[in-house]
């Protein structure tokens, strides 16, 4: 079973990205929450890895456009059983139904931050992973091969233990967003935020889409979660799945329409 360890070389499979180059101006959480229309769901965006709320811009200004409450929490990504936690107090907060979207390791979060909350009633897996009981995305980008993550991280000691993982600058382009321009892949790398590699091979609990129904987007050109792992994923999930092909892991930043389409259709099903 694959494990990340202290030495970078050793990490041969992983997990996520997504970020992008402009602030988000998704709506305040509890403010907004409050005041949410019953006549659409609440959308809460919830990023991964090496990224943060911003990777949403795009696809959040979508979303707004068509009439949505959007909401683009910090995901802490320090464990998966406290960012889980996190996500869901904030999920208690909002009035009406919630259509509930993850990028990447925020599939993880978003799988257990919803088990138990009646007003989540579509997931949205943005090139997500999707654990079942006892899985990690760990075990999951090792699962099937094609997975290049591993070589192109860097480790940074905490204190008192653990370590933060980022991708390296001068690889990140290449690695994550190779359809993003460069210089806004070049930003992304910048500002990205770190994970830990506690978080990354932390095993789920019971997963939320056994009983919450699933839509999954697929980018073929995927070269950190491995697109037959993610279609293994979908299907185990009885999923709705759209690939676009050729697309990076960063998908929600260079083709922020395909994604926003697959949030809406998943929020129609609501309506």
């Known amino acids: 079973m694959f494990r990340f360890t ?22 305040a959480p509890a403010a907004s929450a409050a005041t949410t229309s019953e006549a659409k769901p609440t959308i809460v965006l919830v990023h991964g890895a090496f990224a943060d709320a911003s990777s949403w811009t795009g696809v959040a200004r979508d979303l707004q456009r068509h009439g949505y409450t959007v909401i683009a929490p910090a995901n802490p990504l320090r464990d998966l059983a406290g960012d889980a936690a996190y996500t869901a107090a904030l999920l208690k907060s909002i009035k009406g139904p919630i259509v509930l979207a993850g990028h990447s390791y925020g599939g993880a979060v978003i799988t257990n931050a919803a088990r138990d909350n009646a007003n989540v009633k579509a997931l949205v897996y943005i090139a997500g992973f999707l654990p079942d009981t006892g899985e990690s995305a760990a075990d999951l980008a090792g699962k099937y091969p094609g997975s290049t993550l591993g070589p192109t991280l ?23 967003a190779q359809d993003v321009p460069s210089r806004d892949a070049a930003v992304m790398a910048a500002t990205q935020r ?14 939320a889409w056994k009983d919450i129904a699933s839509w999954t987007l697929i980018p073929t050109g995927d070269k950190n979660i491995p697109p037959a792992a993610q279609r293994f994923m979908s299907k185990r999930a009885h999923a709705h799945t759209v690939e676009v092909k050729g697309a990076s892991h960063a998908v929600l930043v260079s083709q922020p329409e395909a994604v926003a389409n697959l949030i809406r259709r998943a929020a129609k099903s609501v309506d």
């Open 194 to 207: 770190p994970i830990t590699a506690a978080a990354l091979n932390a095993p789920s609990e019971a997963p």
């Open 6 to 27: 202290a030495r970078p070389r050793a990490l041969t499979a992983l997990l996520g990205l997504a970020l992008a180059t402009a602030s988000l101006t998704a709506a």
């Open 154 to 176: 860097q480790e940074v000691p905490l204190p008192g233990g653990g370590t933060d993982l980022y991708v390296q600058q001068a690889k990140f382009h290449r690695q994550f």
